[in-house]
């Protein structure tokens, strides 16, 4: 077993995953640096969810190995998977999930609760991070009180406030509107590069692969060429790379 290159903060190779005998991820391989945006696309039900979660240790994959830093993720039983998770990465997904009964910035606050940071740390932390995303002034209020989009606001607050190598978001803006999706996609993109964060964004939308540095295809749980190859009758590898597009420095211009 090799440690992967050291600027790759998470490396994953030849994943395979089936959801009840029905396969979600057929040898699929990534790497993503740090810092980096990286784009997982793919139709609906391509399989990102699923590397999503086998990248961030919510799945043990059947086959392949998914390392972080030096950790090889895919050994590890699943409370050393959950520390890691809690420590080192932050999740946002499609509905905000927050806690009803609990203020704003206690649901911002709560990973770092769970980590075992004391009430004033956890606090100040997730106030800094409401205030960055300009939702500061709903701190002390219920979830109830915020619309769709700063709900969605404060869960990316949720996703930082821990200070995470890797932040996964699946499909975060998918349930806002294009300018509130503009808004939480820049404030994503700003947040990470302005404290070397590194994101895996699942999406089916262009648009929004498009604040990426780079992005990489799914297809039918495999990498997109070779799904394609696949339906042609030729010969791809079941688990070569995914093919991956180096984007322009322009296309992040909404992180400007
Ligand atoms: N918990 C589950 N049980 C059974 N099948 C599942 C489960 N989760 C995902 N699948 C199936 O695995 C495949 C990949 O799903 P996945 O959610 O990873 O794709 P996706 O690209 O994220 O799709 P979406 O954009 O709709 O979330 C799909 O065929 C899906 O129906």
Redesign the pocket.
């Known amino acids: 077993m090799v440690a992967p290159p050291d600027n790759d903060v998470l490396w994953a190779r030849s994943l395979h995953y089936s959801?009840?005998g029905?396969?979600?991820?057929v040898g699929v391989s990534v790497a993503v640096r740090q810092g980096e945006v990286l784009a997982v696309t793919?139709?609906?039900?391509?399989?990102?969810?699923?590397?999503?979660?086998c990248l961030s240790g919510q799945l043990a994959p059947e086959q392949g190995e998914v390392w972080f830093n030096s950790v090889p993720v895919h050994t590890l039983g699943a409370p050393a998977r959950e520390r890691l998770r809690r420590d080192r990465f932050g999740w946002i997904g499609?509905e905000p999930r927050l806690l009803p009964e609990l203020k704003v910035w206690e649901n911002a606050a709560l990973p770092l609760l769970l980590t075992g940071a004391s009430h004033r740390a956890a606090k100040h932390a997730a106030r800094e991070w409401l205030e960055r995303l300009d939702i500061g002034a709903f701190a002390r209020k219920r979830p109830s009180a915020l619309t769709r989009a700063e709900c969605q606001r404060v869960a990316l607050a949720r996703a930082l406030a821990g200070g995470p190598d890797v932040v996964f978001a699946?499909?975060p803006a998918a349930p806002l509107h294009r300018a509130e999706r503009t808004l939480l996609l820049r404030a994503l993109t700003t947040a990470a590069r302005s404290h070397g964060i590194t994101v895996v964004l699942?999406t089916?939308d262009e648009e929004t692969a498009a604040v990426a540095d780079r992005r990489t295809a799914?297809l039918?749980?495999r990498p997109a060429a070779a799904a394609e190859a696949l339906a042609d009758g030729s010969s791809a590898a079941p688990d070569s790379p995914a093919p991956e597009t180096n984007e322009d420095q322009d296309a992040c211009s909404l992180s400007a």
């Open positions: 959801h009840d029905s396969p979600g991820l793919g139709p609906r039900g391509s399989g990102k969810t699923t590397l999503l979660r499609p699946d499909e699942a089916h799914l039918d749980g």
